[in-house]
């Protein structure tokens, strides 16, 4: 079986990142660019998506155009031995569509759980935070509320070494 | 105006498109549909800016490296920064929040060491205070959308 070089691979994702050829056979088309072979793509694109690399394959949805407007970082400054186990817990509910832990600045930001909700509307989206609050126990806890106002960009990220 | 195979795309394929050599083709088998038509659909969407392409979304992590940063911009010149920091390929998401950190973006490069690199370039040319942010623990990172369609 056709393995593809680190090479060829770090070339297969620069050709992807952008999206996949919408021509009827788009892995032959990009197989004819990168003088490789489809039946090679593919395997790597199976590898890939087994690994968890690539997480999934699909339409890529801007979320502000199909009627999610209302965008909320939650931000909360929970202690460090109790973080793992409530971010475990919040990632199960619905209204919470990403779910991560990332350092403190101190003194300037004290949070270190994030959550994003994304809804319809304001209201809606303050409503479902307030719900989490009582849900979680979280009345006592430092948080934020960022809501996003602009976007400026928003594309896929690029992994592609730059020389 | 949206039509009804536009949502069914939307409704079915923002995961599992066939890796097939003719994924477009069984899509549209399994639709009813002809391929052409399954072809044009996501042109004319990202035309529309609904989506912004098809094809993988990596694991920022496994596939290189990624950091979400925040800086506090004057709000008058809020604009004028957001253009510059866009201007770079390794920003991929770039928001307004409503905070004293104003300008949040995400940058991804193939390694720390060019991740860096963007990084001190931004901070040396807006001198602004920046939050650097990268991920330590992801418990749920699954961003596609349940679509209620309402006209």
Same mark, same amino acid.
């Given at each position: ?8 691979q ?5 050709a ?14 990009l197989?004819?660019?990168? %003088? ?34 209302a ?6 400054n929970?202690?460090?031995q ?5 971010g475990?817990?919040? @990632? %199960? ?41 009582q ?14 106002n @602009? ?13 | ?15 599992g ?5 003719t ?31 098809v ?8 596939a ?9 911009v ?40 060019q ?16 939050l650097?942010l ?18």
């Amino acid at each position: 079986m056709s393995h593809l070089t680190q090479q060829q691979q770090e070339a297969l994702k620069a050709a992807i990142q952008d999206g996949l050829p919408l021509t009827s056979q788009p892995y032959a088309t990009l197989a004819n660019a990168l %003088n490789l072979s489809e039946p090679a793509i593919i395997k790597q694109m199976n590898a890939w998506l087994k690994e968890g690399y690539i997480k999934r394959l699909g339409l890529v949805v801007r979320h502000h155009a199909v009627g999610y407007r209302a965008n909320a970082m939650v931000v909360w400054n929970i202690p460090d031995q109790q973080v793992d186990t409530l971010g475990e817990q919040l @990632r %199960n509910h619905p209204a919470i569509t990403l779910c991560y832990r990332r350092p403190r600045r101190l003194p300037d930001w004290p949070y270190n759980l994030f959550c994003m909700i994304h809804g319809k509307d304001r209201a809606l989206v303050l409503q479902q935070i307030e719900q989490i609050i009582q849900q979680f126990r979280l009345q006592d806890v430092n948080h934020a509320v960022l809501f996003s106002n @602009r976007q400026f960009k928003q594309t896929g990220g690029r992994y592609a070494r730059v020389s | 105006m949206m039509t009804t195979l536009a949502r069914q795309l939307l409704d079915l394929y923002q995961r599992g498109l066939p890796l097939s050599p003719t994924p477009y083709a069984d899509m549209a088998e399994e639709l009813g549909v002809s391929e052409t038509d399954v072809i044009a659909t996501p042109r004319q969407l990202r035309e529309q800016k609904v989506i912004t392409r098809v094809g993988p979304v990596f694991d920022h992590h496994k596939a290189g490296a990624s950091t979400l940063v925040a800086m506090a911009v004057p709000p008058e010149r809020l604009t004028g920064i957001a253009d510059y920091i866009n201007q770079f390929d390794a920003v991929n998401h770039n928001y307004a929040r409503e905070h004293d950190f104003n300008l949040w973006f995400v940058v991804t490069a193939a390694d720390q060491a060019q991740l860096n690199a963007v990084l001190d370039t931004i901070r040396q040319e807006c001198g602004m205070p920046m939050l650097n942010l990268p991920m330590e623990q992801a418990y749920h990172i699954d961003l596609s959308f349940k679509l209620a369609w309402q006209d």
